[in-house]
């Protein structure tokens, strides 16, 4: 019924246009004739006005009532928008007219993070000519953000050529906070907003599969709060969630930006160590320098329940029991790695709650590791530090002509403890500061009591950690205690290793020199092991220059250790240093490096790191002599 009121409407505008044509062909028409023509023609052309007019209206209604924005852009190398519809101002802040005037203003408006990916969309959208959709984030004028999905199409001229872009900017703003909510559930507990046990499983295996490729080490520390359900039976379970919530805050606090933290479910808490060291050198038999890590966040931990926790108008005190497992020394897959952190947990609330107990097979052994660092801050407190001093030889004379200083921990329970041992927990702890103020204190003491014994050494050497080095005003701090005991800096030898110094070279490039600037002298110890840049090196006040052990141990049988050593020793006397041998055990090693120009040297062969009573001995009995010098 339309179709043929449509065909009989277009019949009688084609038969009114003929009238018309019939009309202007014959000037002579009656003029009746062409009154009639023009009535008719009036009426159509009211009629297809009224048409025009609802046809725009149905437009509006259409596209300027619906929540996007319609545009239109011309195909052009500005991106000019030719329309916009009103909906713009009320989305975005930024009037039609406004946003017609600037090209450019739709990709500025784009989220940073969306903005060249949303681009290149648009343009590769414009170049294909095939329909497009894509999503992206645009900031409004009062700065909000408001997620869009937009949708174009192509429209072509009558020669086939894109001419125009006509799209609807959807606002899916609501929908994304939607989805970006109910993935947050999904990962994240609801009353503490940590990461749950799924995020912290995923997470985990990520974890793990890094530690195998880069053959790194990963730690999982489990923590239980200990008498939780007495809070909640004495105060209720509303100032027991509260409790929690303020322990997961702690836990934030007490961990490293890298560590992450989980709530596992109930008063039980997960926190993994990715990408850790495994370390080794000097280490007790069955630790890694994972687990000092791993052991120097529990002890954190405990530190931060440490303050009471304010509940419901009342000072509430929390200790939790801490299970720390290790990969990959004690379990190879992340089921076992949280199995055995749980038995540890566990044998830490049966035996000492409040503490934590490191994965092992055998419970004394977990036990044994359960105070080392209450001991070792209790060793920070007490000064439970020694001395001893391995000399310094001048190699062609056979004479001590100084000594390294070599810290020793005098540990009440198990004897002394060396350093490899427990620096890298001091370190990590924060116990390195008042641990390397004692050992320059000390040297700087014994110096003065040598001296008064009758023994002035030309050489006083220690050993300076990363951390130590990078103290504020580390030169001020060393010089002072030196001053104190009357020590001339000049005398001091500051050693650090090649690979610490490599560590942020332009910053320690700057400390060293405000040590130069102070009159004290400067080592690289381990020279060969690290990464140094010689063009570096040669612009560092260094004036000595130590050989590392692993090169000079097998000179006498291996031809290429000797070439490495005979050119480090080269290199220190041609930047103006004094290359100084480590760990000559033989006299082979000894004969060779005098035979090479080696001008100092220290190691078992003239001595072990001794005591300062068995130094002055050494003295009292033949003078600085260590050894007689080589014959021929």
Not at 335 to 364: F, I
Request: glycine share 6%.
């Amino acid at each position: 019924m339309a179709n043929s009121s449509g065909r009989d409407r277009t019949r009688e505008r084609l038969a009114a246009l003929d009238a018309v044509r019939r009309l202007l062909a014959d000037p002579d028409a009656l003029p009746s004739e062409a009154a009639a023509v023009l009535r008719a023609l009036d009426v159509e052309l009211r009629h297809t006005h009224g048409e025009l007019r609802e046809a725009v209206a149905k437009y509006r209604a259409l596209v300027e009532q619906i929540p996007a924005i319609v545009y239109v852009d011309v195909v052009d190398d500005t991106m000019t928008t030719s329309y916009v519809s009103p909906q713009i101002e009320a989305l975005l802040g930024v009037t039609p007219q406004e946003y017609i005037a600037q090209p450019d203003l739709w990709y500025r408006m784009l989220h940073p993070d969306d903005r060249e990916r949303a681009l290149q969309t648009y343009l590769e959208g414009r170049r294909s000519g095939e329909p497009f959709t894509f999503e992206y984030r645009l900031i409004a004028r009062d700065g909000r953000v408001v997620w869009f999905r937009d949708s174009a199409a192509v429209v072509r001229d009558a020669g086939g050529n894109p001419a125009f872009i006509h799209g609807v900017m959807l606002d899916v703003t609501e929908q994304k906070l939607a989805e970006e909510h109910a993935a947050f559930v999904a990962y994240h507990d609801r009353l503490t907003e940590l990461p749950n046990r799924a995020m912290f499983e995923e997470l985990l295996d990520l974890a793990l599969a890094r530690a195998r490729r880069h053959d790194t080490a990963v730690a999982v520390i489990t923590m239980d709060v200990d008498d939780f359900k007495l809070v909640n039976d004495s105060l209720g379970h509303e100032t027991g969630d509260e409790l929690l919530r303020q322990l997961a805050q702690r836990l934030r606090e007490a961990t490293r930006e890298t560590d992450l933290v989980a709530r596992q479910g109930g008063d039980e808490f997960l926190l993994l160590l990715a990408d850790l060291d495994r370390g080794g050198p000097g280490l007790r038999e069955g630790t890694s320098g994972a687990t000092l890590v791993a052991e120097s966040v529990a002890t954190r931990i405990q530190e931060a329940l440490s303050t009471p926790f304010q509940l419901a108008g009342t000072e509430i005190y929390v200790s939790a029991s801490i299970g720390i497992s290790v990969f990959p020394q004690d379990a190879d897959d992340a089921a076992t790695l949280l199995k055995n952190a749980d038995a540890a947990m566990y044998r830490s609330k049966r035996t000492a709650p409040g503490g934590y107990v490191v994965h092992a097979e055998q419970d004394d052994d977990a036990l044994g590791r359960l105070s080392l660092t209450t001991r070792l801050r209790k060793a920070v407190e007490n000064r439970h530090w020694t001395l001893h001093y391995q000399p310094i030889v001048d190699l062609a004379q056979g004479e001590m002509v100084g000594v390294e200083a070599l810290l020793r921990w005098a540990d009440p329970n198990g004897g002394l403890v060396p350093p490899g041992e427990f620096i890298p927990l001091a370190e990590e702890m924060g116990l390195i500061e008042a641990i390397g103020d004692w050992v320059i204190e000390e040297l700087a003491r014994q110096d003065a009591a040598w001296r008064s014994e009758g023994l002035r050494l030309r050489e006083l050497s220690f050993n300076l950690s990363p951390r130590q080095l990078w103290q504020p005003e580390i030169s001020d701090r060393i010089v002072a205690r030196l001053e104190a005991f009357d020590v001339d800096p000049a005398r001091v030898v500051v050693e650090i290793t090649e690979s610490a110094a490599m560590i942020d070279p332009d910053r320690t490039q700057r400390i060293l020199w405000d040590l130069h600037a102070r009159g004290l002298r400067l080592a690289i110890d381990d020279f060969g092991t690290g990464y140094s840049s010689l063009s570096r090196l040669k612009h560092l006040p260094v004036d000595v220059l130590k050989v590392d052990r692993s090169f000079v141990r097998d000179v006498a049988s291996d031809e290429q250790a000797g070439s490495m050593v005979r050119a480090i020793i080269q290199l220190a006397h041609g930047l103006g240093m004094a290359p100084l041998a480590e760990g000559i055990e033989t006299e082979e090693e000894w004969r060779f490096l005098v035979a090479n120009a080696c001008p100092l040297g220290q190691g078992y062969h003239f001595s072990r790191p001794i005591p300062a009573d068995e130094i002055l001995a050494r003295h009292r009995r033949s003078g600085l002599t260590i050894v007689e010098p080589l014959a021929g």
